[in-house]
């Protein structure tokens, strides 16, 4: 254990010296660092490179706080260091010193390679901003799957946008995880592309991409989308189902459209699946029973889209309904 020897808080290479030897500042401590702002930077900088892991560390988190983005060279190459907690505090600290600092890593990102370009590509996906949208979109090309999985999380945090065709020709992606996020991208994005591309999706061979695509169709209220939801209703993978009808109890909760009334008799027979679903997976139909009923029951007799019959309200099931005595497993 490295004890500490208290100096002055404006002894700054006293501070520096105590930062190389692995010793942990305390608050007061760190604070006259970060007052010092540019003038420190350069030696912490400068231990960054030829410090212990704790030095490095420790230096990593300083400059992060010195709203310095001069340093984030420095920070961006730290990324390829071999201890795990001075790549967590380099990238912390690339998020922290803002829009500057993030173009920086955009343009050096190409030069990373291995984890150091999953670890930089983590930073630019969190702190995705519309100025770095076009980023984003270059970086689907990128030839490591890693990179483009985390180009589709941050797309997936700027809503209202069309989808790129990079994002909707990753539908068919062989990896199950950028095909997961890409559902989550599609889902805020606007336009039949979208759409389209979440409707592939739900055809999706894995079911994690499936679950992906239920949720993201939140973010598509039309009937299409309804449609697709309740089509996963019946999907042969549980998880999906449940995933379905969360959303929609969502889309009931959020809208009126009377394409949800399509959707009780398929959630009926789930719903009354006693001993045949897990008891949260079948509290789920009934959550988006109860949604859709209370959304549609000022809908009277009003024809489903898509079917010539119309199903008065009044035969419609209740969603509170129980199972005769004595017919839940014990």
């Known amino acids: 254990m490295t004890y500490r020897s208290r100096v002055p808080s404006d002894d700054l290479e006293a501070l520096c010296r105590n930062l190389e030897k692995g010793v942990n500042p305390d608050g007061d401590e760190v604070w006259a660092l970060v007052n010092a702002g ?43 260091d071999e201890d795990f907690r001075v790549r967590s505090a380099s990238c912390e600290a690339l998020v922290l010193l803002g829009p500057k600092a993030h173009e920086t890593l955009v343009n050096l990102l190409p030069s990373l390679s291995g984890s150091a370009r999953w670890w930089g590509a ?38 209202g946008a069309a989808a790129p065709p990079a994002l909707v020709a990753a539908v068919t992606d062989p990896s199950i995880p950028l095909r997961a996020a890409v559902a989550e991208a599609l889902g805020v994005c606007v336009g039949a592309d979208a759409e389209d591309g979440l409707s592939r999706l739900c055809a999706d061979a894995n079911a ?64 009354s699946r006693w001993g045949m679903e897990p008891a949260e997976r079948r509290e789920s139909f009934r959550r988006a029973l109860r949604a859709i009923e209370a959304a549609t029951q000022d809908m009277g007799s009003m024809p489903i889209p898509g079917s010539q019959t119309q199903i008065p309200m009044d035969m419609l099931p209740i969603s509170g309904e129980e199972p005769p005595t004595g017919t839940e497993p014990g």
Do not use: F, Y
């Open 122 to 159: 983590s930073v630019i996906s969190s702190v995705a901003t519309p100025a770095l949208r076009p980023h984003l979109e270059n970086m689907l090309l990128d030839p490591d799957t890693v990179t483009r999985v985390q180009a589709a999380r941050g797309l997936a945090r700027l809503p």
């Open 208 to 271: 994690i991409v499936r679950q992906a695509a239920a949720v993201a169709l939140v973010g598509h209220s039309g009937e299409a989308s309804i449609r697709l939801l309740i089509a996963l209703l019946s999907d042969s993978d549980g998880a999906v189902c449940h995933r379905a009808a969360d959303s929609l109890t969502t889309l009931a909760e959020t809208s009126k459209s009377v394409a949800l009334r399509a959707a009780l008799p398929a959630l009926r027979q789930r719903s």
């Open 38 to 80: 540019s003038e420190v930077a350069p030696r912490l900088c400068e231990l960054l490179r030829r410090g212990t892991s704790e030095t490095r560390w420790r230096s990593a988190e300083v400059l992060g706080r010195l709203g310095d983005p001069s340093v984030a060279e420095d920070l961006c190459e730290m990324l390829r």
